[in-house]
């Protein structure tokens, strides 16, 4: 469900959006620390990156491996915890990625609740992220857009438009509630195909981009820089530069 999903919501635009910024800001070494079912690392590693793959659910690791597999592509593969990636990754990079909105969900993938802890939870991560990356690199990372925060009520509904996917017609739809009180954030969502459809849920926490620019700061990053990247329209981009030590 969630690779169709990532079908609905980006294409190769995206791609040639990341590639441009890494030839921008000289990247040669990357850990994808989210990397999720494959997307988009295994892409990237066949447009010519370096790239290190890294992410904490076993399930994702097994679509990917799955995946990379099907594809003819390989690249270092750490199974870790954010919170650990220092302790298990013993390198440093160019760039290190957390996105997807993939940083919201410390602690709610596959949960049916957000935990008090899950804005130190976040600090934590992203001061893991700091570590990773060599002095003068830079951290991608982002989270729900900002225009998510406008609405005047909630919930709200989303359309994704139709797109063929393996053959198939495809649509999507969320419904997405906020609830500042809670700090969480939850979406419903509905996936059509070729008349079929099924739902899931996602809880996470609400972090507006407000919010984390201050928090990486706080996690010793020397320059935040919020960024549009060709082809990401779901999301708020950052970009967080670590000082030359």
Known sequence: MWDICIALMWDA??????????????????????????????????????????????????HFRQRAQQQGVEMPVFFSNWRDLSKNILRQFDAVMCRGNSLIYVDSWDSDQVSD?????????????????????????????????EHASYPFREEFPERLIQGKSTTMTWEVNHDPDAGRRTI??????????????????????????????????????????????????????????
């Open 13 to 62: 635009t995206y791609l040639r959006g990341l590639d441009r910024l890494r030839q921008a800001e000289g990247i040669e070494t990357v850990l994808d620390c989210a990397g999720g079912t494959g997307f988009p690392s295994i892409a990237l590693k066949k447009m010519g990156w370096n790239i290190t793959y890294s992410d904490a659910s076993e399930e994702m690791q097994s």
């Open 117 to 149: 802890a899950a804005r130190d939870q976040i600090r934590n991560a992203l001061r893991e992220f700091r570590q990773m990356i060599k002095p003068g690199g830079v951290l991608y990372v982002d989270t729900t857009h900002r225009s998510e925060f």
């Open 188 to 245: 419903d969502i509905e996936v059509t195909t070729d008349g079929n459809h099924e739902y899931f849920g996602l809880y996470s926490h609400l972090l507006p981009p407000s919010q984390l620019a201050v928090m990486l700061v706080e996690a010793g990053f020397a320059r935040v820089e919020e960024v549009a990247i060709e082809g990401e329209a779901n999301y708020t981009v950052f970009l967080a530069f670590k000082g030359i030590d």
